[in-house]
Every structure is written in C-alpha cells, then in structure tokens.
C-alpha cells in the first residue's frame, strides 16, 4: 500500500511541478504502476504532457490518460476554421508532404493521407498539436513505400542498435509480419520504451508498430 501511494503521490508532485501543465482539475490514482489520469486540462499540449510528466516517475508501467480538454471559451474555433487553420500549417510546414489533410469536429483534428516515412507521419501530428482549438488528435496517416518487406526487421534492429538510450543487453525483439513490426520485451523506463517505438518508426519500409513492450520500472 505504501508504495501504491508513494507512485502516486510522485506523479502528483511531477505533474505539479511541470511547468507546462496546469494540474488543478487532474487526479491521479495507481494500481501496481498503472496509473490513471482523470480530469480536465485547458488545450491539448497540456493533455500530452501531463501523461509524459507520469511517465517520468520511477515505478510508472502504464498511464492511462482519460483526461478530456475543456477549452477556455476564447481558445474555441468552430470546424471550418480549426480545418483551415490546420490545413495552411501542414501546407507550410515543409517536413510535411503534399496530400496529408487535416479535418475538425467539435475540436477534434483527423489528419488522412499517405507518407512515405514514419517520421513524416510524426511530424504532421506535431504540427497541428500545439494550434489553439484542438481537442484531440486521430492520425489515420498511412505509410506507403516500395521497401522490400524482407528488409524491415534488419532495418529496425539496426535503428536500435544505434540508439543511446536502448542499452546493449536489451532483450527486446523485433518480430515482423509483412511491413508491420511487433516489439516484445523489456525495458526499464518510459524514456527506453519511447526510444525503441521511435526506432522503429524511423526505419525504412515499417508501415505500423505494434507496442507489446513491458517496462519494469
């Protein structure tokens, strides 16, 4: 019980202390390192870091973040704006290739259309997050390239032999079906598990990673 609490009142303090998020409306409760997020936050990059401040926390296996964004009333932008608004910064950001779209309903952005590399699909979500109005995200970008699906699984343990933060005894591995990568296996902190799942993002001919990693804590 007292470590349930310990986990728990951490997160609390962690989140408190960021800057970046206001946590008055935002509770958190713990269950053996699976951590509830409940409440509200005022904009979207606050719904994001509010989990990534959690996962910080020495003891964190899990966040479920059920926050919901309540935008102030002058932060509110009715569909056709925020659709606007979003498709003109995808539009100028150049990391970003021509076709991805953007649509808003009741504040929630969808981006559609088809990328070559992950790291584009990244980019155009990190584009439209921090625009006021946005509620939520849904990033239904697809992955489309001619690479040859018996090179991805080499592809993506070659990205993670690169990374720092992966250590050399990890025992993750990397499974593949096609153009679509399984990650099984452990790591020790949230900063490791992002490290894997961005690796093999970045490689060359992944469509779609599918996250089955454990963190010790």
């Known amino acids: 019980m007292a470590k349930t609490k310990d986990v728990r009142e951490a997160v609390e303090s962690e989140i408190s202390f960021d800057p970046l998020v ?26 994001v ?27 509110y932008r009715d569909d056709p704006t925020l659709t606007t608004t979003a498709n003109n910064a995808l539009e100028l950001n150049i990391t970003v290739p021509d076709g991805v779209e953007a649509t808003a309903r009741n504040g ?8 070559t590399y992950g790291s584009e699909r990244a980019a155009a979500e990190l584009t439209v997050a921090a625009l006021t109005g946005v509620r939520n995200i849904k990033n239904d970008i697809q992955i489309r390239n001619d690479a040859d699906p018996v090179d991805v699984t080499l592809n993506v343990q070659d ?4 990374y720092a ?9 990397v499974d593949t079906n096609g153009n679509t990568v399984t990650l099984n296996g452990h790591v020790r902190t949230w900063a490791e598990h992002d ?23």
Not at 51 to 75: I, M
Not at 197 to 215: E, T
């Open 22 to 47: 206001d946590a008055i409306n935002i509770t958190v409760k713990n269950i053996n390192g699976e951590v509830a997020l409940n409440g509200t936050v005022p904009s979207y990059p606050q719904y």
């Open 108 to 115: 929630n952005l969808t981006l559609t259309g088809t990328v």
């Open 159 to 162: 990205a993670l032999d690169r």
């Open 195 to 217: 490290a894997v799942v961005d690796a093999a993002w970045m490689a060359v001919g992944v469509y779609d990673v599918r996250d089955d990693l454990y963190i010790t804590g």
């Open 165 to 173: 933060l992966i250590p050399d005894d990890s025992d993750v591995v």
């Open 49 to 75: 870091e509010a989990a990534a401040a959690a996962q910080r926390v020495a003891g964190v296996k899990n966040v479920h973040n059920h926050l919901e964004v309540a935008l102030p009333p002058g932060d």
